[in-house]
């Protein structure tokens, strides 16, 4: 195996070769070519690099890396990207793999880092002498199988008994409740400035971390999701009560698979109601009935909430490959300690 790396700048005349590999293994819309894309024209700083490794004459695996210190190589990891940018062809020895890959990469590697592996796509391995793994977050998804009314009836009734008597305060109150479902391309830069603003009045905009119309975020999500309309792969959802836009949901779809990659309500909203509950009650009863996909993926840390939604828990995981065994123990070593209470 032999690691090729180029300047991640150069993505787009590698993007066949990331598709192709990309569909031969999971195909998670994560990690899809157009997705890369987005995320190097919104958040690269020309540093990254794309590494392409070959064997026997095929494209074997694929990633995009950057220096983080003296020796270490981490994967490109900004805040909005769920999952690592690292593909392989199914069945590849993986220790061969990471062993070419801190050989190949410039200068003397020390520690290459893949951060936030899905073991639904990579199965995690065992640590090795030179193969450490770390658990990052808990994630939750819901399988779609059986029909809604079998799902829903699963739920727990706290949930279900919640809802219904929003509805019914809502009806009683004259609030007229409207689901929008947004999937053309010439209607995504709107969509993503009705989340900025949805999200900035929040608590994340007193945080500084929301969505603002023309940052660094807006641009990424906005070419995202008109990226996937174009190929019908890009969903938005707006509920609103009467005219008001009070919950969102930003999704984009694989072969099988739909991500929410944001959700954001309107927290003037008076507490009784729950308006992104109530949204996404009504996209999980759309999605079950038109069974188009299989899975409802969220990849963000699993919340109280999720948990009301689905008991399929799983966890994300980094994975830290040394170029000698001795230098994880001293990894090891160097780490702060727990102190005792």
């Known amino acids: 195996m032999k690691w090729h790396f180029y300047p991640a700048a150069r993505f787009a005349d590698f993007a066949p070769r990331w598709r192709a590999l990309h569909e031969r293994g999971q195909a998670s ?16 700083s020309g540093a990254q690099l794309l590494g392409c490794c070959e064997h026997d004459g095929d494209t074997v695996a694929m990633t995009l890396f950057e220096k983080s210190g003296k020796g270490v190589w981490r994967s ?25 890959l801190v050989r190949d990469l410039p200068g003397c590697a020390l520690l290459a880092g893949i951060s936030q592996l899905d073991p639904m796509i990579d199965a995690r391995p065992h640590d090795t002498g030179s193969v450490n793994t770390l658990d990052y977050i808990q994630t939750a998804r819901i399988t779609m199988t059986g029909g809604f009314d079998a799902y829903w009836a699963a739920r727990g009734k706290n949930l279900r008994s919640n809802l219904k008597k929003q509805r019914a305060r809502l009806e009683r109150e004259g609030i007229v409740t409207r689901m929008e479902v947004v ?17 900035s009045a929040g608590w ?20 995202l999701l008109e990226t996937f309309a174009r190929r019908g792969a890009a969903t938005v959802y707006r509920y609103r009560f009467g005219q008001q836009i009070v919950a969102m949901d930003l999704c984009v779809e694989g072969v099988a698979c739909i991500v929410v990659l ?8 008076p507490a009784h109601f729950s308006p992104a509950l109530l949204m996404r009650e009504e ?6 009935d038109e069974a188009r ?13 999720h948990l009301r ?30 102190t005792l209470e």
Not at 78 to 96: I, V
Not at 209 to 218: K, L
Not at 283 to 288: K, P, S, V, W
Not at 296 to 305: A, D, H, Q
């Open 309 to 338: 939604w689905t008991d399929e828990v799983r966890c994300l995981y980094h994975l830290n490959y040394y170029r000698w065994p001795v230098l994880q123990r001293l990894h090891a070593l160097a780490r702060p300690q727990p």
């Open 76 to 100: 490109f990891q900004p805040a909005q990207a769920p999952l690592g940018p690292w593909l392989t062809r199914p069945g590849l020895d993986l220790d061969a793999l990471l062993g070419a």
């Open 262 to 269: 944001k959700t954001a309500y309107d927290e003037s909203v």
């Open 29 to 44: 819309p994560m990690l899809d070519a157009d997705f890369m894309a987005a995320l190097l024209a919104a958040f690269g």
């Open 283 to 288: 996209a999980c009863r759309a999605l079950f």
């Open 204 to 223: 994340k905009g007193r945080d500084a971390t929301a969505v603002r119309a023309g940052d660094a975020q807006a641009r990424f999500y906005t070419l």
């Open 293 to 305: 996909l299989q899975r409802i993926e969220f990849y963000g840390r699993v919340m109280e909430w």
């Open 183 to 199: 999937r053309a391309e010439h209607d995504m830069a709107q969509a993503v400035l009705d989340y900025a603003a949805l999200e």
